[in-house]
C-alpha cells in the first residue's frame, strides 16, 4: 500500500461553501480519513451545531459531552477534548454538540471573537509537537453559512478547500464566497488561500455535470483536483454506521475517488512547502 507525503509543518484546511448539502462534511470525513489511513495524523474539527462530521467519525457528541462549544466560549483546551476515532488511530475529531448553534451569538461581545479557534488550535498543535505527536492535518468542517463560526474557520486556516456540487447553481454562490474570503484575508489572515477545489456528487451520465466541471476547470486550473467525487450511494450511506466510505467499502468507487483526491492534496503539499 502506497503511503503518502507528509507535510513538515501541521496544514491547516477549512472546508466552506456557504451552500448546505454540497458535500462538506463528506469531504472532510473521507479525506481525513484517506490522509489518516496513509500514515498522516489528522484531527478533524467540528464546527458545525448539526454534528453531522463527529457522527460519521463515530465520536460521541450527545448534548452533556464537551465539545469545540467549551473551547471556543470557555477556553477548554483542545487537548482534553478531542476524541479519537474508531476509524483509525491517527484520526482525532473535536466533536460539536447541539450547544454550538448557540455560539454564533455568544461570541458576539467576546474580545478578539473571530482568533478563538485560532488561538487554541496553535496552542494545541504546539503542545503535541513537543510532546512527539505532532498533527500533519487539520480539517475544519463549517456550517453552511458565513457568521462568526465560519469566520473563525477561516482564521485558524491557511487554505480554503470548497467542495462544488456539479449542478447549474453551482458557480452562482461562489463569487460571494470568494469575496469573503478575500476581505478575510485583507483584514483578519493575510496567509489564507483558497488551495484546493473539489467536484463532488459528479454524475457522468449528463452533460450538465460535465459543463459544470468544465466551467469549473477554467476558472481555477490550479485549484481543481484531477479527482473527481461520483454520486454514489455508499458514500450515502456509510454516516448510517457511523463510519467514512473510506473503511465502510474501501473498494467501492466513492472511497477510490476520495484516497485519489486525498493522495493529490498530500503531494500538492509536499511540492508546495517551505513557507
Ligand atoms: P454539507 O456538509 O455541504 O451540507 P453533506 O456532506 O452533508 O453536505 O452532503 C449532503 C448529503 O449528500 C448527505 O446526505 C450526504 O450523505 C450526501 N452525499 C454527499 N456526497 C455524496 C456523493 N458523492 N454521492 C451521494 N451522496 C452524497
Ligand atoms: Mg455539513
Known sequence: MREFPLP???????????????????TTVNLAAALAREGARVLVIDLDPQGNAST????DHRGDKPSVYDVLIHDES??????????????????????????????????????????????FLAQMEE??????????????????LTINAFVAAREVLIPIQCEYYALEGLSQLLNNISLIERHLNPTLAVSTILLTMYDGRTRLAFQVAEDVRTHFPEQ??????????????????????????????????????????AERGASHRGN
Do not use: W
Not at 13 to 19: G, I, R
Not at 56 to 59: F, Q, T, Y
Not at 94 to 121: D, F, K, N, W, Y
Open 8 to 26: 513538515s509543518t501541521p496544514r491547516v484546511l477549512t472546508v466552506a461553501n456557504q451552500k448546505g448539502g454540497v458535500g462538506k462534511t463528506t
Open 56 to 59: 460519521a467519525l463515530g465520536v
Open 78 to 123: 483542545i487537548a482534553d477534548i478531542v476524541q479519537q476515532s474508531p476509524e483509525s488511530d491517527n484520526l482525532f475529531c473535536l466533536p460539536a454538540t447541539i450547544h454550538l448553534a448557540g455560539a454564533e451569538i455568544e461570541l458576539v461581545p467576546m474580545v478578539a471573537r473571530e482568533q478563538r479557534l485560532r488561538g487554541s488550535l496553535d496552542r
Open 224 to 265: 481543481t483536483l484531477s479527482a473527481v467525487i461520483p454520486r454514489s450511494v455508499r458514500i450515502s450511506e456509510a454516516p448510517s454506521y457511523g463510519q467514512t466510505v473510506i473503511s465502510f467499502d474501501p473498494g467501492s468507487p466513492g472511497s477510490v475517488s476520495y484516497l485519489e483526491a486525498a493522495a493529490e492534496i
Open 131 to 148: 510532546a512527539g505527536a505532532g498533527f500533519h492535518y487539520v480539517f475544519i468542517d463549517c456550517p453552511p453559512s458565513l457568521g462568526l
